[in-house]
């Protein structure tokens, strides 16, 4: 089992920034991906980021070149830096982590982009 905590969402104004924190607790010895997903009122879950074990990154296509994925193997916690934020990014957004078949979900953070 995986638990997963998030941390760091909130309101910000267009073209501010905002980091995300997730924190993985559990038994395991490594996870495979980590990374973010969100959900807009009425929009199915989406990809914003991910990251392998390796620190190999990929991004959806709406947040490349405003979003920053990391994390630190050593205390099983990943990182989402937003840059530039839009008012579209406006979401719940999910940290994720895949250990072995199953992917383990946080509860989500709220982020609002408004002015």
């Known amino acids: 089992q995986v638990q997963l905590v998030e941390s760091g969402g909130g309101l910000v104004q267009p073209g501010g920034s905002l980091r995300l924190s997730c924190a993985a607790s559990?038994?395991?010895?490594?996870?495979?991906?980590m990374g973010w997903h969100r959900q807009a009122p009425g929009k199915e879950r989406e990809l914003v980021a991910r990251?392998?074990?390796?620190?190999?990154?990929n991004y959806g296509d709406s947040v490349k070149g405003r979003f920053t994925i990391s994390r630190d193997n050593a205390k099983n916690t990943v990182d989402l830096r937003m840059n530039s934020l839009k008012p579209e990014d406006t979401a719940v957004y999910y940290c994720?982590?895949?250990?072995?078949?199953?992917?383990?979900w946080g509860q989500g953070t709220q982020v609002t982009v408004s002015s």
């Open positions: 559990g038994t395991f010895f490594r996870l495979n991906a």
């Open positions: 994720s982590a895949d250990l072995m078949h199953t992917r383990y």
């Open positions: 990251i392998l074990s390796d620190g190999s990154p």
